[in-house]
C-alpha cells in the first residue's frame, strides 16, 4: 500500500493575491521509502543568476510561484517557464536553470529524497567527461 502524503502544508507558501486557487500538489511515498523525506522549500532565483549543472538523488518537483526561468534537462529542449508552470526531474537526472528576465523566479519545491545525502550534487554539463 502507498501512502499518499498531502503536500498542502506548502499552502502558506502559496498564500498570495496574485494565486487564488493555489495547487494541491501530492507525493505518494512508497513504503519501502524508508530512508526517504519529502522536503519543500521556497527557492528565489536572481535575475542573471544561472544554477549550474546538478542532480539530486531523489525527485524534483518544482512549482513556478512568480516570475520566468529557462530549465534544461540532459537530453531535452530548454523549456520556458512562467508563473503556474511546474516541472518534474527525475532522479540522477542533470539538470540547469537561468533567469534571463529582470525579476527573480520564485519557486516552490518539493524533493522526494535520500534523507542522509546531500540535497544537490554538482555534476558537468551532459556529453561533457
Avoid at 1 to 9: A, E, G, H, N, V
Amino acid at each position: 500500500m502507498r501512502t499518499s502524503i498531502p503536500l498542502l502544508i506548502a499552502a502558506a507558501f502559496l498564500a498570495s493575491p496574485a494565486l487564488a486557487d493555489p495547487p494541491d500538489i501530492h507525493v505518494d511515498v512508497p513504503n519501502n521509502a524508508k530512508n526517504m523525506e519529502v522536503y519543500v522549500r521556497e527557492r528565489d532565483i536572481a535575475p542573471g543568476e544561472k544554477v549550474d549543472w546538478h542532480i539530486h538523488h531523489g525527485t524534483e518537483i518544482s512549482y513556478v510561484l512568480s516570475g520566468a526561468l529557462n530549465l534544461q534537462i540532459a537530453g531535452s529542449p530548454i523549456r520556458h517557464l512562467v508563473e503556474g508552470d511546474w516541472f518534474q526531474v527525475d532522479p540522477d537526472t542533470p539538470h540547469r536553470a537561468t533567469n534571463d528576465g529582470t525579476e527573480p523566479a520564485r519557486l516552490l519545491i518539493t524533493y522526494l529524497r535520500d534523507k542522509n545525502g546531500p540535497l544537490a550534487i554538482p555534476v558537468a554539463p551532459p556529453g561533457v567527461h
